[in-house]
């Protein structure tokens, strides 16, 4: 008997954080453990309504529940941001490919991420620091586009202090208390960044245009096309490579990727869109 | 006698003469109605019997539906190869890879077709331009062929085979002659449907390699695409379109169902993602990735052209989009490139 892909187990929302205005933590708890790789997706059900792809923010070492952090913009996003602790969602998953964390072992590892892009990266940074000596460094480049904006507010100051972690953080605009940098997540990706480049993995996430001028500035810098690591947010609806929403030239978003090298996909029209 | 012996043991499906070109799909129910065995496809396509246009797959959350539900298994009689081919493609989809559709598995192994020879070709036909015959070749349980004075038949599966024993009483052993008239059918109809690529000049398959990469910012897309209405007709017509969304809906009782339902990539939001990004903003965008798609990223991944020649999107485009003319237009660019 094949087993039947397109349903979900069901899930408790055990807590909800207000990470901004538009942005929750949404803490999930399904019924059967659903374990995952730290780059792999999920689709989350609000029951009647849809589901949407996310990949969980929490370390994926916790296999019993996870955290899925969520912008509001859509129709499935928006409902999610109505309910309460206690409601009853559906979670199916994992799919994709997730970080090949092995590919980064002895490498400097420089994770680029802007607004809620943090959010899967947080997955792939916990799952570093776990591992932190492995590694030969971790870098975070984070951009938002005002301080307000910042998600994971009280991580990011733990991370400031932790030693296994170089953490730099930048906002477009900034408010009356920001001290820190102001200006694009590009303006942290100077030629002057200290990453032995021949030695490193860069890892990039956000919005279509930052994920777009962060990779051509990383190219820039010296980066090779198969030394970048991009997060495609593509229409993945079924997730198992069959609903044929995802296409990317030769591949689907959900069963190739979201996770793809420059070098695959580069070739292919309207990856920045 | 021979239907009346399925139905009790499928919903029997049949071709039943049109006022059209093409003949129509119909449920048998109490002896056949100018049911045609030969001909050409019928307007419907077959994966409609395997990949429903609308299918409950979930019943609520932890509560999948049964791929099994809904009573006998179906049976389509008079199938032509350009439907049995492109079941290779649907295959390839539902039937493969490390996630399988259980409810298109099942509907492989439970339903039964009975493919024939096409008997004759319409304007549309194309099938052999893209390499397949106009008789089947696989993917059948019986072929059943027509001759001047009854059918011949040949079981395939064992499901055929089984079938073909139930009805012995009906059915006298064929010999030579009975093989000679039906290949000499297949002569006359096969130079029909090459007499049809020659007068629309439609290329071979071997002259596709590359044909969309090499022309993405052809004008060809936006002649194309001007007329084009969005109605997402060829992707119904299509035997190898598999496209689908997830409908979830909430019933009043309660529960929620999720239901599989046919798709178009030429309607807008089908790439869309929330946020408003979409990497197919414009319709010639939209209508290049549907060429994309059978051209490029079929051969590339499996070796095969999603395409199998049998003409429904051009009989069916209000537009008159013309799959044949694209072809010809994308292969003389390339040519020209070159030169």
Known sequence: MVENPYCPVKAEITDIIEETPTIKTFAVKPEKPVSFKTGQFVELTVPGVGEAPFTPSSNPKIEDSMEITIMSVGRVTSRLHEIGKGAVVGVRGPYGTGYPLKDFEGKEVLIVGGGVGLAPLRSLILALLDEAGKYKRIMVKYGARSPEDLVYKDQLKEWAGNKDLDIEITVDKSGEDWKGNVGLITTLLRKDIGVDISNSAAIVCGPPIMMKFATFKLVELGYKDKDLFLSMEKNMSCGIGKCGHCRIGPYYACKDGPVFTYDKIKEYHTIWE | ?339
């Not at chain 2, 001759?147 to 139930?166: A, C, F, H, I, Q």
């Not at chain 2, 029909?192 to 993405?216: A, H, M, N």
């Not at chain 2, 409908?247 to 599989?260: C, L, S």
């Open chain 2, 1 to 339: 006698m021979f239907a009346y012996g399925i139905s009790k043991e499928y919903s029997l499906y049949y071709l039943r003469k049109g006022k059209g070109a093409s003949p129509h799909i119909v449920k048998y129910s109490d002896g056949l109605k100018d049911p045609l065995i030969g001909g050409v496809r019928p307007f419907e396509p077959l994966k409609n019997f395997f990949f429903f246009a609308r299918e409950r797959v979930i019943d609520g959350l932890g509560r999948p539906a049964d791929p099994k539900a809904g009573g006998k298994p179906l049976c389509v009689l008079g199938v032509k190869n350009c439907d049995l081919a492109g079941l290779n493609i649907l295959d390839s989809v539902f039937s493969e890879g490390d996630f399988k559709d259980p409810f298109y598995v099942s509907k492989r192994e439970q339903n039964l077709i009975i493919a024939a020879d096409c008997t004759h070709a319409i304007d549309t036909c194309f099938c052999h331009a893209l390499g397949h015959e106009h008789f089947p070749q696989k993917n059948h349980d019986v072929l059943i062929s027509e001759l001047r004075d009854g059918y011949l038949l040949e079981s395939v599966t064992w499901k055929g085979k089984k079938l073909l024993n139930e009805n012995s009483d009906i059915l006298a052993d064929s010999g030579e002659k009975h093989i000679e008239e039906r290949d000499h059918i297949r002569s006359i109809s096969g130079a029909q449907v090459e007499e049809g690529i020659k007068k629309s000049e439609i290329p071979r398959q071997t002259e596709y390699k590359d044909v969309i990469k090499k022309s993405l910012e052809s004008e060809i897309w936006e002649r194309e695409a001007e007329n084009c209405v969005e109605c997402g007709g060829c992707n119904v017509a299509c035997p190898t379109c598999h496209c689908f969304y997830l409908a979830d809906i909430q019933k009043k009782a309660g529960g929620e169902t999720r239901y599989k339902i046919w798709d178009s990539c030429m309607y807008k939001r089908f790439a869309r993602v929330a946020g408003n990004a979409n990497p197919r903003q414009h319709l010639w965008e939209r209508l290049r990735n549907r060429f994309e798609k059978k051209f490029d990223y079929f051969p590339e991944v499996n070796g095969l052209y999603a395409c199998t020649g049998c003409g429904r999107c051009i009989s069916g485009c209000p537009a008159k989009i013309d799959i044949r003319r694209v072809l010809k237009d994308l292969v003389a660019e390339k040519k020209k490139a070159k030169a």
